[in-house]
């Protein structure tokens, strides 16, 4: 049936380099003075020097901020757009994971509503947007450069917020492929197989749309066939370009159909005990499909196709496994063995972890709607 569906993407560049027209497109802004938006391994990885050469280049003066933690706080956020507003910056470059980039959206928005990051809670509760932002992602996995979205952690609630509107797609995403060369096996397995959860749940999702559609399985497809290979190759730039691909596709598809599940579930995981994103939401990806599988079987079919199921006459019970099995097996295939519990995730936990995951934005367009106790048994199986 066809419906109201409304699509937005930044203007991308994407290709071997891009990364070098970082001058170039502050020019265009007429940037004066610019925030660059980091954190201490992109520093390491030599990948911020590559970027303020290029600003130099312009004449553009700058500074950075790169006190971001893994899963980025409110107070990181308040204290990188204070930093912004001493040096009178006019420009944000964000080079780095979803962190430095969900980070740097909050920061803009800080500075030009004049409020604190907390308050934007929600889907579209941000007045003004922040100003000209150049993301530039360093994983295949996070998609934040061409997404609305932003996660912030609430260290004083332990729970993670959802800051969704449309004045958190940045103006330009420079998606250099060559960046993601510096990730190890498991940065790039987990941040992969947050990008396939990305382009599931987009595509089951209750907002979906025939444009989307084509992103999401475009992007479990080369996702699927990429990422076992990548992580047996990683100097392959072919096998890492065709991966930021997929990771470009299910960012474009999530950003405007949402996700489900499994990221409230891990948004849950991530505020309360601090956990990995990429990785809980590997983990418990089997499990949601498990649970999600009876309320979008015709979808789950064609994801299972994208997959790389090739026979098509198993009953649904048959398809539901292989699918299950083909998810586990990529996780084991990438090297991500770990359950929750082994992440220090207790059965006392549970509550908390479920009503949270219940209350975050994601899980009203999760195909099959959730009681708390449904929430609680797939983090006990995940366990
Ligand atoms: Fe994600």
New binding site residues.
């Given amino acids: 049936m066809l419906e109201l569906r409304k699509f937005v993407a930044p203007e991308f560049i994407f290709g071997p380099e891009a990364l070098q027209l970082t001058g170039r497109y502050l020019s265009n802004f007429g940037a004066r003075k610019v925030l660059i938006v980091t954190d201490p391994g992109v520093i390491s990885a030599g990948w911020v020097d590559t970027i303020t050469e290029e600003i130099t280049k312009e004449a553009v003066d700058f500074t950075t901020y790169s006190d971001v933690s893994p899963n980025p706080r409110s107070e990181e956020v308040m204290l990188g757009a204070e930093k912004y507003r001493q040096e009178d910056c006019d420009v944000i470059v964000a080079i780095g994971g979803?962190s430095p980039m969900d980070c740097a959206k909050g920061i803009g928005i800080v500075c030009t509503n004049n409020q604190h990051i907390l308050d934007f809670e929600g889907i579209d509760n941000v007045s003004i947007p922040g100003p000209p932002l150049i993301c530039i992602p360093t994983t295949a996995?996070?998609?934040a450069d061409v997404s609305q979205f932003a996660?912030i952690n609430n260290l004083e609630k332990r729970v993670k917020i959802a800051i969704i509107s449309k004045t958190m797609v940045p103006d330009v995403a420079l998606i250099d492929p060559l960046t993601t060369l510096t990730m190890n096996k498991h940065l790039t397995a987990c941040t992969g197989m947050?990008?396939l959860?990305?382009a599931i749940e987009a595509y089951v999702s209750t907002a979906n749309s025939p444009i989307l559609d084509l992103h999401a399985l475009e992007a479990i497809r080369l996702i699927s066939k990429n990422l076992p290979l990548v992580v047996g190759d990683l100097d392959n730039i072919e096998l890492r370009g065709q991966l930021m691909l997929g990771s470009l596709q299910a960012g474009l598809a999530?950003s405007n159909a949402s996700?489900g599940a499994?990221?409230a579930m891990?948004h849950s995981l991530g505020g309360l005990l601090d956990l990995p994103?990429?990785e809980c939401?590997a983990i418990l990806l089997g499990h949601v499909i498990s649970y999600n599988f009876q309320e979008a079987q015709e979808r789950f079919v064609k994801i299972g196709e994208a997959l790389g199921i090739k026979n098509t006459n198993l009953t649904s019970v048959e398809m539901k496994r292989a699918i299950i099995e083909e998810i586990n097996s990529l996780r084991e295939v990438v090297g991500i063995h770990k359950n929750l519990g082994d992440h220090g995730t207790t059965v006392a936990s549970i509550p908390e972890l479920a009503q949270n995951a219940l209350n975050d934005p994601c899980m009203v367009t999760n195909p099959r709607v959730p009681d708390r106790r449904d929430i609680e048994v797939i983090y006990e199986e995940a366990l």
């Fill in positions: 979803g996995g996070t998609s996660i947050d990008a959860v990305h999530f996700l499994v990221h891990a994103h990429g939401n």
